[in-house]
T-cell receptor, first 120, second 114 residues
């Protein structure tokens, strides 16, 4: 168990460029979550997957954002035509969860260390 | 809508002393869960303690305990015998039963001084 890993740790890009982040969850975890954390705020939910299926998306996830988890293992989050307001830390989390959801069963969410995005 | 409010942006405490972090929340749900997460400089969010709203007994985890006041919608975290390694951002979070989403407060930056 090597924990949730995210790559890259930091990303600096120019406005208008596309960026892609990767998250590798703990192996065999069936649920994977993306959160966004802006400066001075707590994390905000973006989306989650159960295996390869994306089951919920926040209204925060505009059309410029797309997330995938093609084989139910790692996930990618792509932001197209980045804007300065996209500057934030993007956190990934995973859990091994039966049907009721992680919180009902006291399963833990394991977070990665995030990808810090700066859009210039 | 669910909201979480942490009114203390920063706090400090001397090593070995006790500190209490405040959190209030609002939800229309009858079944929900409350959490405190710690985010050290490494940025990785770590679960500190969890409380199920239907349980009246306050949760404890070693040096960490909560004071859950359901009617007042208050959920404070007490850290006893503070250690230097407790220095971190602390986030209060809420989720409704059956939900996949955590709603976080803005956090309290705790500094433990030697």
């Amino acid at each position: 168990d090597t924990g949730v890993s995210q790559d890259p740790r930091h990303k600096i890009t120019k406005r208008g460029q596309n960026v892609t982040f990767r998250c590798d969850p703990i192996s065999e975890h069936n649920r994977l979550y993306w959160y966004r954390q802006t400066l001075g705020q707590g994390p905000e939910f973006l989306t989650y997957f159960q295996n390869e299926a994306q089951l919920e998306k926040s209204r925060l996830l505009s059309d410029r954002f797309s997330a995938e988890r093609p084989k139910g293992s790692f996930s990618t989050l792509e932001i197209q035509r980045t804007e300065q307001g996209d500057s934030a830390m993007y956190l990934c989390a995973s859990s091994q969860t039966p049907g009721q959801g992680p919180f009902a069963t006291n399963e833990k969410l394991f977070f990665g260390s995030g990808t810090q995005l700066s859009v210039l | 809508a669910q909201t979480v409010t942490q009114s203390q942006p920063e706090m400090s405490v001397q090593e070995a002393e006790t500190v209490t972090l405040s959190c209030t929340y609002d939800t229309s749900e009858s079944n929900y869960y409350l959490f405190w997460y710690k985010q050290p400089p490494s940025r990785q969010m770590i679960l500190v303690i969890r409380q199920e709203a239907y349980k009246q007994q306050n949760a404890t985890e070693n040096r960490f305990s909560v004071n859950f006041q359901k009617a007042a919608k208050s959920f404070s975290l007490k850290i006893s015998d503070s250690q230097l390694g407790d220095t971190a951002m602390y986030f209060c979070a809420l989720t409704a039963r059956g939900s996949e989403k955590l709603v976080f407060g803005k956090g309290t930056k705790l500094t433990v001084n030697p």
